[in-house]
T-cell receptor, first 110, second 112 residues
Framework: RKEVEQDPGPFNVPEGATVAFNCTYS??????FFWYRQDCRKEPKLLMS???SGNEDGRFTAQLNRASQYISLLIRDSKLSDSATYLC???????????FGSGTRLQVQP | DAGVIQSPRHEVTEMGQEVTLRCKPI?????LFWYRQTMMRGLELLIY????????DSGMPEDRFSAKMPNASFSTLKIQPSEPRDSAVYFC??????????FGSGTRLTVV
């Protein structure tokens, strides 16, 4: 079992739709949480950090549930440019490196 | 700032040959990471350095893989001998203390 689990998708949604991705992590020592975005044949780039209180950045909302070891990302009013793979990422106490989920692919259609 | 610079962008080599991947981190960053991405296994950490010292190399697949960081501005990942199963995209990333990570554009390695 992978340490960070994601539904691989693909999620095919029309423009303007709201879409939600979920992620679970198994290591209770996980300390910091992120969503990264990766376009086809490109490097991963930070989309947003995820905080226990939940946080929002424009059309994107991230939530963390430490008790259930569950992270979510909500995208409202989807744009064609949101088409990408979304990677759930954690770090652990005392370890600087990022641990990646396998990613969820999103395709927004006109 | 030019970002994290990796070379080469693409490498095609024959099985058994030595392959060297190179990375120049962002100036002033004290952490450097090597990741490998495949369709089957996703993004996996191979090794990371702090202040040029290897901290965690538990992700290095086997003795055929080695990584060095002779100074703060340069790191190499070497595979000798290479095998077809090493075909992947290799990313280098750097960060400063608790700050964000910046990834290079990656090296796409094909071993035939």
């Amino acid at each position: 079992r992978k340490e960070v689990e994601q539904d691989p998708g693909p999620f095919n949604v029309p423009e303007g739709a709201t879409v939600a991705f979920n992620c679970t992590y198994s290591n209770s020592a996980s300390q910091s949480f992120f969503w990264y975005r990766q376009d086809c044949r490109k490097e991963p780039k930070l989309l947003m950090s995820v905080y226990s209180s939940g946080n929002e950045d424009g059309r994107f909302t991230a939530q963390l549930n430490r008790a259930s070891q569950y992270i979510s990302l909500l995208i409202r009013d989807s744009k064609l440019s949101d088409s990408a793979t979304y990677l759930c990422v954690v770090t652990h106490t005392g370890r600087r490196a990022l641990t990646f989920g396998s990613g969820t692919r999103l395709q927004v259609q006109p | 700032d030019a970002g994290v610079i990796q070379s080469p962008r693409h490498e095609v080599t024959e099985m058994g040959q030595e392959v060297t991947l190179r990375c120049k981190p962002i100036s002033g960053h004290d952490y450097l990471f090597w990741y490998r991405q495949t369709m089957m296994r996703g993004l996996e950490l191979l090794i990371y350095f702090n202040n040029n010292v290897p901290i965690d190399d538990s992700g290095m697949p086997e003795d055929r893989f080695s990584a060095k960081m002779p100074n703060a501005s340069f790191s190499t990942l070497k595979i000798q001998p290479s095998e077809p199963r090493d075909s992947a995209v290799y990313f280098c990333a750097s960060s400063f203390r608790l700050g964000g990570y910046t990834f290079g554009s990656g090296t796409r390695l094909t071993v035939v």
